[in-house]
């Protein structure tokens, strides 16, 4: 093979050079230096015009005055000329073979010498032309005429000035202008490219293929078990399709994730897009919505035009619930809504009369109740996939994960963490790890022990110590007893929370807290829920007991008792009275309404029966906290001596807890019951939600109700 066929080859075969286009074509087009192409015009003016202004510095004269060119420069007869210009000052010209003296060094030091000794060379400000005149025919009367010095007169324009005073606003006028247009359109660096508010109804849409690195994957992605069989199909359905399509199955148009905040629904869509090899369009429901009327709709479409051009590929729209709240319930009824013309257009893109081969669509909420019907249906998103917040096992998943960057003590115990962590989502749970590091640094610690994780759960449940706060005696005796009445009547009852600590030093706007360790029930049944209600009361009958007398300590207690109570009659039908009904409106239709679902009878029979299990759970409370007076006179009187105690303290004065708790078992998919009804379960979880504070609730309780500040707090 000869030289000139290798080179030959070489040229075929070789790659071009330069970055390569996501979008096709090489990134050395002629296109790419349009962004410095716009700015060579202006480069060029402002060059011409400094120039200019320098070229008109080396002809400035130097500053003098009269009585100097009069006794130095007239009288020696080295003026050549005088010029008055403008009737405001007068330029003086020095005789060319008198620069060179040394007084007229200076002259020739302004720039370029030729254009030194042409002159002006010196200048002077005068009062008035007359004035001038006369002192000059005094300073010459002893010349002959011949030699006398005439003065000229010459009008000159500041052209430069000129220029400048009417092109300077107007060039501030146009950079005004166009920062505040590309700040409308995104900026000039958006995914709409350099075009400014002639691209603003472009996609702003991330997109990330083979060549974008994302280092997240399903490994980094701790617990979500479930949710992960379910993406990881989507992904392989992508990657091997015909292990599908040979039985005939389709690929799913679209998946919902639903959860509440923290639980990793926008970490899936990024392990997604790791995991993918396909490209992967990334944005927010939020970037769809723009000032200018049109602009959402028209970006839908230039998404789901780029998402055709790059089929099959997948498209995640984060908080779709800012596009895609349900229509016609706003409270601006009859406006032109923009919102809804840009899920009107999503609708149409996702599943209208031009179908989307190949384009698969993720979306993540926490607000699934207030999203459009026709968005949820079958065709448009075909699953929806619950993201939960973590059971233990997943937890202990998640602190797995989030310990690997700390230096930790040998006595850090992964499974005592999970379990001291009931309810947290997994970003509580890196704000745990993260809080953790961040107290033992501030202790000067070398490595992470397990006290730093009990503070650091104390830290986020609670709030700050406030050791310095300044109360009575009196208001710490009451806060040590509310809180002693709590521990008392919670270690007594079968189906209270186990207390974990109890501690009267103040904390956030609280004045005491008390931590609980509640069991991860699944259903709540109604002795458990009298029983958590007469925990709550335990407070304020500790504050009849022992000083006869109430305070306004218990406005959190009265106010999880009162949702509670209105919970079990008008949701969760546990009420004889009223029977097994539930007003709870799972659909959310009845958001805007103005009328209630009950007759004005049913609605004083609900007050009635509401005050009588209040009424009941509270001198239940008084009763038990009267048989163990002398054990909770105990219990207080500690609490005020230690400030802080734990359940061994009250193991102490009360023996072992009588109860035990149930054992949790996993349930295994062959136990579940194929007659159970979803929809059910996930309604009654949407009614505890509602209800605000039911017994179902895995968050640790931080007991601040005792210890609200209220203003008859501050008034003491």
Known sequence: MTDETKDKDKETTEPPKGNINPLGGNDNSPKKNNKYNQYLIPALVGMTMLLMYFLSGQREAIKTDWKTVRDDYLVNNEVEKLVIINQTYVEVFIKAEKLDEPKHSNVLKRGISQLAKTGPHYRFSIASVDRFTENLDEAQKDKPISERIEPGAEYKKDVFGEVLGWLLPLA?????WLVIFRRMSGGAGGAGGPGGIFNVGKSKAKIFDKDTSVKTNFKDVAGLEEAKVEIQEIVEFLKKPQKYTELGGKIPKGALLVGPPGTGKTLLAKAVAGEANVPFFSMSGSDFVEMFVGVGASRVRDLFKQAKEKAPCIIFIDEIDAIGRARGKNPNMGANDERENTLNQLLTEMDGFATNTGVIILAATNRADILDRALLRAGRFDRQIHV???????????????????????????????????????????????????????QSKTKVEKQDFLDAVDRIIGGLERK?????????????????????????????????????????????????????????????????????????????????????????????????????????????????????????????????????????????????????????????????????????????????????????????????????????????????????????????????????????????????????????
């Open 172 to 176: 501030i006028l146009i950079v005004i």
């Open 388 to 442: 939960e917040l973590p059971d233990l096992n997943e937890r202990r998943d998640i602190f797995k994960v989030h310990l690997k960057p700390l230096k930790l003590d040998t006595k850090v115990d992964v499974e005592f963490l999970s379990k001291q962590t009931p309810g947290f989502s997994g970003a509580d749970i890196a704000n745990v790890c993260n809080e953790a590091a961040l107290i033992a640094a501030r």
């Open 468 to 716: 310095n706060k300044i109360i009575s005696r009196l208001e710490k005796r009451t806060i040590a007893f509310h809180e002693a009445g709590h521990a008392t009547i919670s270690w007594m009852l079968e189906h209270a929370n186990p207390l974990v600590k109890v501690t009267i030093i103040p904390r956030g706007k609280a004045l005491g807290a008390a931590w609980y360790l509640p069991e991860e029930r699944q259903i709540t049944t109604k002795e458990q829920l009298l029983d958590e209600m007469c925990s709550t009361l335990g407070g304020r009958a500790s504050e009849e007991v022992n000083f006869g007398k109430y305070s306004t300590g218990a406005l959190n207690d009265l106010e999880r008792v009162t949702k509670q109570a209105y919970a079990m009659v008008t949701y969760f039908g546990l009420s004889d009275k009223i029977g097994h009904k539930s007003f709870y409106d799972s659909s959310g239709q009845s958001e805007y309404s103005f009328t209630k679902p009950y007759s004005e009878k049913t609605a004083e029979l609900i007050d009635d029966e509401v005050n009588q299990i209040i009424e009941n759970q509270y001198k239940r409370a008084v009763e038990i906290l009267k048989e163990n007076k002398e054990n909770l006179t105990k219990l207080g009187e500690r609490l005020l001596e230690k400030e802080v105690i734990f359940t061994e303290d009250l193991e102490k004065i009360f023996g072992p807890r009588k109860f035990v708790p149930d054992e949790q078992i996993g349930l295994a998919p062959k136990e579940i019951l194929k007659d159970t009804k979803v929809e059910d379960a996930s309604a009654s979880s949407k009614a505890a939600s509602t209800a605000k504070e039911t017994t179902t609730s895995k968050k640790t309780k931080s007991k601040s109700d005792s210890t609200k500040e209220t203003d008859s707090d501050k008034e003491k």
